[in-house]
């Protein structure tokens, strides 16, 4: 079946529409194939032009479940689920889907009890210190602030994943066909974090071959698993 990676949290504004888009095109880079999962009724459907992946409007109970089924499946793919904020219903549903749960988190004091919460109800689940300061001074609060209220956590607490303005270029309705080598660069790290936390066994090809491939399918690599 797809490896199935599910990107919740309790409170909202954490980074989790970013980061699974993020982590969708660093897959696609790696030359994998990946969908990206819209499930938060409050956000527009974003096209495949320019994608190494394809985003699908999952916004409907009756089309996530259509989904899921259809990842479970097929074999060699990836399924990046954005579980969007403030629905504590749908994250029990989306971590029972899921291979690996991420549960991203910024530097304050309110994100921090958020996902101290979080980790508490999905005790297989990680943390993920998202959109993380780069600035040495603020870089250095932040840690001090992880290190004196997540040490409980210490094992489940993923390494911090700086702030990358320039990714919000993959969350516009059409993607630039050009994306900034800053962005490629995050991309790739977080995908290959998770290819590791998920232990997926993988043949990376470079950016020009998945490119072409994505190409010669449309865009989205698709053309081998109908109906997804």
């Not at 982590?23 to 974003?46: D, I, M």
């Not at 990842?71 to 899921?98: H, I, Q, Y």
């Not at 990358?164 to 050009?178: D, N, Y």
């Not at 449309?218 to 081998?224: I, K, P, Q, S, Y």
Request: proline share 6%.
């Amino acid at each position: 079946m797809a490896h199935i990676v599910c990107i919740i949290g309790s409170k909202g504004g954490t980074g989790k529409t970013t980061l699974t888009h993020l982590l969708a095109h660093g897959l696609g880079l790696l030359g994998q194939r990946a969908v990206a999962v819209l499930t938060e009724q409050g956000r527009q459907p974003l096209t495949k032009t320019h994608r190494t992946y394809l985003p699908v409007d999952a916004r409907e109970p009756a089309v996530l479940a259509r989904i899921a089924a259809k990842l479970k499946s097929v074999d060699g793919w990836f399924g990046v689920v954005d579980g969007g904020g403030n629905r504590p219903e749908m994250d029990e549903k989306l971590a029972g889907l899921a291979d690996l749960v991420l549960l991203p988190f910024r530097d304050s004091h309110e994100d921090i009890r958020t996902v101290i919460g979080d980790l508490e109800r999905f005790p297989n689940a990680y943390a993920l210190p998202s959109q993380w300061p780069t600035n040495v001074w603020q870089l250095e609060a932040a840690n001090r602030t992880l290190e004196e209220h997540l040490e409980a956590f210490r094992p489940r607490v993923l390494g911090s994943f700086p702030s990358v303005s320039a990714s919000k270029l993959l969350l516009q309705v059409e993607a630039p066909q050009f994306v900034p080598t800053p962005v490629n660069n995050a991309a790739r790290m977080l995908a290959w974090r998770v290819i590791e936390l998920l232990g997926a066994d993988i043949e990376a090809v470079s950016d020009a071959a998945a490119q072409s491939a994505a190409a010669a399918s449309g865009g989205t690599g698709l053309a081998a698993t109908p109906g997804v």
